[in-house]
């Protein structure tokens, strides 16, 4: 196998047993500062993508095994007013699928120092909400989009849904949920030829391109690098059809690398997660919808605060493990590591 730069910290020694540094943040042995918290609102979803579920879906969380909303709006509190987090994404499975969604958003608004407050969302229903969304306090959105062929958005994910979507992205504009920025996923032999017309798309109408490369997060467990669409194969696409310069505008802890559109100001990105791992720069703490922290997508173990939360404990008490569960963060994910495993959790159940 072709060796593969992770974009690692160099790190001269074992730094285990280390003493962790007398700071309320979110810091690790490495030097990083989680300051982004992913919050998955739901591990439910009305898609069936190909490469995420299968067709009958999964096993759902009960309702009792999820947070409620004054439970999730206390760990944002402790997150935002404690442990210095300043970026708040709301993933699912689809958020949109959380009742009290809007009270959530408008709770947090009201954190103090005011954290950012973006959504990942398959843009079903957003058409109806995204003004109410808006209202309530959300900065921006992103929209998962990977085809704009109506026969292949059927076929990728099991629903003839392609209509929602686009007239979910219109309404986010229209709201002023901007930037409104698109993910598309490319699979080999389905939808990598849509790279350009994708693109295109994007630039003609005002939204944020980024392209993803596919991850090893599907619960079948049947993910493999000759299916995925690598970010090189993907620059390469766009590139015979428009001219790429990269971006001069810092990255900082930003997944996706961004170049501009024939000079600007258009701009399309690549989050090369698996053959350009950026896990140096990496600033994200990750809340599951039944109350677990996880240090990195990938990791094989999580904290449990759901119980923290319910048997009483103070802020305190939370707060230290889940900066205990950041010290403990690994230099990265080991994708390209020979013994690497996926995690036993797929995407919908962590959140993206």
């Known amino acids: ?138 900065n921006r959105i992103n929209v998962s989009l990977d085809t704009l062929d109506p026969d292949r958005f059927a076929t990728l994910t099991r629903r003839d849904r392609i209509t929602d979507v686009l007239d979910g992205l219109d309404a986010a504009r229209a709201a002023g949920l901007e930037p409104v920025k698109v993910n598309s996923v490319l699979l080999r032999g389905m939808n990598e030829d849509e790279a350009v017309p994708l693109l295109r798309f994007c630039v003609e109408n005002g939204y944020q391109l980024r392209f993803i490369e596919q991850m090893p997060l599907d619960p079948q467990h049947g993910w493999t690098r000759t299916n995925m669409v690598t970010a090189e194969e993907i620059l390469t696409m766009l590139s015979a059809a428009y001219t790429l310069t990269p971006s001069e505008t810092p990255r900082g802890g930003a997944p996706a690398e961004r170049w501009l559109v024939d000079g600007g100001p258009a701009t399309v990105g690549v989050i090369a997660s698996v053959t350009r791992p950026f896990c140096a720069a990496c600033d994200r703490t990750r809340l599951t919808s039944d109350g677990q922290i996880r240090n990195c997508l990938f990791s094989q173990t999580e904290t449990d605060l759901r119980t923290l939360l319910r048997d009483g404990s103070p802020d305190e008490a939370i707060a230290d493990a889940w900066r205990a569960t950041m010290w403990a963060k690994a230099a990265g994910h080991g994708i390209n590591d020979a013994g690497f495993h996926q995690p036993d959790r797929p995407m919908s159940a962590i959140g993206g």
Request: hydrophobic fraction near 40%.
């Open 1 to 138: 196998m072709t060796a593969v730069d992770l974009g690692l910290p160099i790190v001269r020694s074992t730094p285990d047993g280390s003493a962790r540094p007398d700071t309320p943040l979110l810091v690790d042995r490495f030097g990083r500062v989680a300051k982004d918290l992913r919050v998955s609102l739901t591990d439910r979803c009305n898609l069936r993508c190909t490469y995420c579920m299968p067709a009958e879906g999964l096993d759902w969380l009960q309702k009792d095994e999820l947070l409620t909303d004054a439970e999730l709006i206390r760990l944002m509190r402790i997150a935002v007013v404690d442990l210095g987090v300043t970026d708040i994404r709301f993933t699912g499975g689809e958020p949109l699928l959380r009742r009290g969604l809007e009270h959530v958003i408008a709770a947090t608004a009201e954190l103090e120092p005011r954290p950012r407050m973006s959504m990942t969302s398959n843009g079903i229903g957003l058409k109806r909400r995204a003004q109410s969304l808006k209202d309530a306090g959300l």
